[in-house]
């Protein structure tokens, strides 16, 4: 390449990406961690948990409890911080959930967005045909809930979800539940591009709910029918796109390394020729090595000038982007990073699951789960623990506590043994506690802060515990 790149041309950052080839081996291998441990732990700390339990559950369907709401925005906070807040040339978008219904025809979700169902005619379950250990010949093996080997044959299933606008039930009414969030990036490029006067390359950015009807969901949350994705459409002159793919790639995979996950556990896969998307002239998966198998984090696609293509034809509206500085017009090509919120939120879960042995002072050896999240994503910053429920301790534990949360999420835990406390707040990988003693009311208005990772304790005066939090917390 030569020294001075175009405009228009990015550098690729430096990268030291684990890229694998189409047919890579996708075995887990020994994890630190099982997936019944970590949905174990998700209950029980009201993380996460299944949807409508009382009546039974929906299959498919978690809600997030208070700290899985304040992981799963600190995930999104951090995406929007590196998609959004930090560039020039990437702007955000909310787009609706129901779009008219032509978007879809003309994405070709109405036609081919389907998975092969098939199923069993001894107990009546439905699975995904391609989901199936297939036998010798070719065709699938024991049915995985009753082991018979009656199958139906395998039929096209639309993955979209319908509903109707109105108070009609009939076709003219009929409009779907977006089974992503790109389309409307498209849909609404040119309104977009002309309000927040950006020039190409330039991208929009989205974080919003999408529904895939799932024959099969499962692994936890990591297959879902209701979901959040993020999702950005970088815009780009055709010619520059395979460099701004590279370039995306590598962005991404620092994106997760920055927020700690270990790059042992992360890898590049490219499709292969026969699995590329329709629109696809190129296609990356980073890939995550959860405790059932290495599987897809986020997609990276160059797909071309195809959307804007379709739209403009469905539609009959001009797409194209007028280049003033070349005086030429064109249809972008598109560079999609695509990622999904529940997922990621998964893969940091397990990313920073730890279990230890620790000796206490008194020699007595004890477990301890601890999750080393970072910083920027711990659902909660510092805890602060009066050492009993003494009614000398609390005021001055209320006063510490006020003075932290206009900075950051705190809570104020006074159940149980410190010991204890200190074990709960290690399990949901708060940074620093910051214990209120008698001495702390009685002489010196100084806690004692103890660090997550190190488990060392250091005083500070309370005057100064901002301060020194804030040179410690790094997000």
């Not at 036609?111 to 391609?130: K, S, V, W, Y």
């Not at 498209?186 to 991208?203: C, E, I, N, Y």
Request: glycine residues 6%; hydrophobic residues 35%.
């Amino acid at each position: 390449m030569p020294d001075t790149l175009p405009d228009d041309l990015p550098e690729v950052p430096p990268a030291d990406i684990n890229r694998v080839e189409p047919d890579a081996d996708t075995t887990a291998g020994p994890h630190d961690v099982s997936m019944e441990t970590i949905v174990e732990l998700c209950k029980r700390r009201g993380i996460v948990f299944q949807s409508s339990e009382i009546y039974g559950g929906l299959r498919g369907a978690w809600d997030y409890g208070p700290l899985g709401v304040a992981l799963k925005d600190n995930v999104k906070a951090a995406w929007r911080r590196a998609m959004v807040q930090l560039r020039d040339d990437v702007v955000p978008l909310d787009a609706s959930i129901l779009m008219h219904p032509r978007v879809w025809e003309a994405s070709g979700h109405v036609e081919g967005f389907t998975d092969p169902l098939i199923e069993c005619r001894n107990c009546n379950q439905r699975f995904r045909a391609d989901h199936l250990e297939l036998e010798a010949d070719g065709t699938p093996g024991a049915c995985p809930n009753c082991g018979a080997r009656d199958w139906s044959h395998p039929k096209a299933f639309n993955l979209m979800f319908r509903t109707f606008v109105g108070p009609t039930e009939d076709t003219a009414a009929q409009v779907w539940l977006r089974p992503e969030t790109a389309q409307a990036m498209f849909v609404d490029f040119a309104t977009v591009q002309l309000t927040s006067r950006q020039k190409v390359p330039f991208g929009i950015a989205q974080i919003g709910k999408s529904f895939r009807n799932e024959i099969t969901p499962r692994n936890f949350i990591f297959r879902v029918r209701e979901f959040e994705q993020m999702e950005m459409e970088f815009f780009v002159r055709p010619g520059t796109d395979e460099r701004w793919h590279d370039y995306w790639i590598a962005q991404r995979w620092n994106w997760y390394l920055g927020l700690g996950m270990r790059p042992e556990n992360l890898r590049v896969r490219d499709h292969a020729k026969d699995e590329l998307s329709h629109y696809s002239r190129g296609t990356v998966d980073v890939e995550y090595r959860f405790p059932f198998a290495w599987s897809e984090l986020e997609g990276i696609a160059n797909r071309g000038d195809f959307d804007l293509t379709r739209h403009s034809e469905y539609s009959g509206k001009d797409l194209s982007y007028f280049d003033a500085e070349r005086e030429e017009r064109y249809l972008p090509y598109v560079i999609e990073p695509a990622a999904g919120v529940d997922r990621t939120t998964l893969a940091f879960l397990c990313d920073a699951y730890r279990e230890e042995q620790v000796t206490s002072q008194s020699g007595k050896t004890d477990r301890r789960v601890v999750l080393r999240l970072a910083h920027a994503l711990a659902p909660v910053k510092v805890a602060v623990l009066p050492l009993s429920r003494n009614e000398a301790l609390v005021p001055t534990a209320r006063e510490v506590s006020a003075l932290l949360k206009p900075r950051w999420a705190v809570q104020y835990d006074d159940a149980g043994s410190i010991g204890k406390r200190y074990r709960r707040q290690d399990e949901v990988g708060t940074p620093f506690c910051v214990t209120v003693d008698f001495e702390t009311v009685e002489s010196d208005r100084a806690v004692t802060v103890r660090d997550r990772d190190s488990m060392t304790q250091e005083r500070v005066a309370i005057d100064r515990l901002t301060g020194y939090l804030e040179e410690r917390l790094q997000f």
